[in-house]
């Protein structure tokens, strides 16, 4: 189910910090009551592989998220107290040390099931009982929303487990949809800070292409 220019679902959710901290996220509440854009990234599991990459890659990018007015999340179904001891793993023996933002837990997995994110791949049809069971860890997908200060998500993507992000691509995003936000202006393709941008009608387009 896509969630492009719906809210985002309102649920709380246990999260861990670097200072071990456990508490509850409400993502949606996060953006409203804050006014601040999030960036929420699911990975599928701790102390794996590509994961603890894109774990890094965001906190090096903090400041600028941060210059725009972002909030950065990150998530998985591990618990808190595996986070914990992933955050407490130096970065040259495959942790996660030095990440400042919050990890969600979502191990109950009731905001996972409910963007539809989960790796179901395993699940199994009993017939007699028809009941459905699912095997394996039920980890979730690299899934990717960006969520506005109203609380309405204007992107998500869902990358398979053995790709990592781009976390330069969010920065562009965000900036995009500011402008948007700022301009009333649309972004074209390829549209980065400082390029030329769009009118939204027929006239704005052909003007872009004569130039372009």
């Known amino acids: 189910m896509a969630f492009v220019g719906r ?11 670097e200072m071990g901290d456990t508490f509850k996220v409400n993502v949606l509440e996060e953006a409203v009551n804050n006014k601040k854009k999030v960036v929420l990234f699911w990975y599928p599991k701790d102390f794996t592989f590509v994961c603890p990459t894109e774990l890094h890659a965001f906190q090096a990018a903090m400041d600028e998220f941060t210059k725009r007015n972002t909030i950065v999340i990150g998530a998985s179904c591990d618990t808190p107290e595996v986070h914990f001891a992933w955050l407490n793993t130096a970065k040259d023996n495959g942790g996660i040390e030095g990440v400042t933002y919050p ?26 009982s028809g009941m459905v069971t699912v095997e394996g860890d039920n980890v979730t997908y690299r ?16 990358n398979h487990m053995p790709v990592g992000r781009n ?19 649309v972004c074209p393709a390829n549209w980065e800070e400082g390029k030329d941008a769009m009118a939204p009608n027929a006239k704005g387009t052909a003007a872009y292409l004569a130039s372009h």
């Open 143 to 158: 899934a990717t929303y960006l969520i506005d200060e109203e609380g309405t998500v204007f992107h998500e993507g869902i």
């Open 167 to 185: 976390v330069n691509e969010y920065l562009r995003l965000i900036d995009a949809y500011t402008h948007v936000q700022e301009k009333g202006e």
């Open 103 to 128: 990890i969600l837990a979502d191990t109950n997995r009731n905001l996972s099931s409910a963007l539809g994110i989960l790796d179901i791949t395993n699940e199994e049809y009993d017939e007699e």
């Open 7 to 17: 809210k985002f679902p309102n649920l709380d959710v246990d999260a861990m910090n």
